[in-house]
C-alpha cells in the first residue's frame, strides 16, 4: 500500500494548512490512518490518528488546533491545521495500517511533506 501526501508549505503564525493523505494498492481493510511530524533533533511524535470505528485521538500540543478527519471509502485522510505555531514546524508523515487485498498486514509511510510556520 503506498500513500501519496500533499499540502505542505510554508505559512505565517496563525494561519491555516490543510494536508492530504491518498493510499493506493489493494487494501482489504484499513484499521487506521494518521499524521506524524519530527522537528530537527527531535523524535517522531503523534500528531492524529482515525481509526476505522471513527474514533479520533490527537497529540496533546495539537489538541483544539488541528482536526483529521477520513473518507473510508476513498481511503484518503485529512489534517485541517488551525492557529499554527512556529512549534508546529516539522515534516509531517502520513501513515496507514490494516490488511492488504492478501490478508497480511500493512504498516505503510509517506514521503512527509513539509510544513514550515515562520514570519
Known amino acids: 500500500v503506498q500513500l501519496a501526501e500533499s499540502g505542505g508549505g510554508l505559512v505565517q503564525p496563525g494561519e491555516s494548512l490543510t494536508l492530504s493523505c491518498a493510499a493506493s494498492?489493494?487494501?482489504?481493510?484499513?484499521?487506521?490512518m494518521g499524521w506524524y511530524r519530527q522537528a530537527p533533533g527531535k523524535q517522531r511524535e503523534l500528531v492524529a490518528v482515525?481509526?476505522?470505528?471513527?474514533?479520533?485521538d490527537y497529540g496533546d500540543s495539537v489538541k483544539g488546533r488541528f482536526t483529521i478527519s477520513r473518507l473510508n471509502a476513498q481511503n484518503t485522510v485529512y489534517l485541517q491545521m488551525d492557529s499554527l505555531k512556529p512549534e508546529d514546524t516539522a515534516v509531517y508523515y502520513c501513515n496507514a495500517r490494516g490488511y492488504d487485498g492478501d490478508r497480511k498486514t500493512f504498516d505503510s509511510w509517506g514521503q512527509g511533506t513539509q510544513v514550515t510556520v515562520s514570519s
Open positions: 482515525r481509526t476505522a470505528g471513527h474514533s479520533s
Open positions: 494498492g489493494s487494501v482489504f481493510h484499513m484499521v487506521a
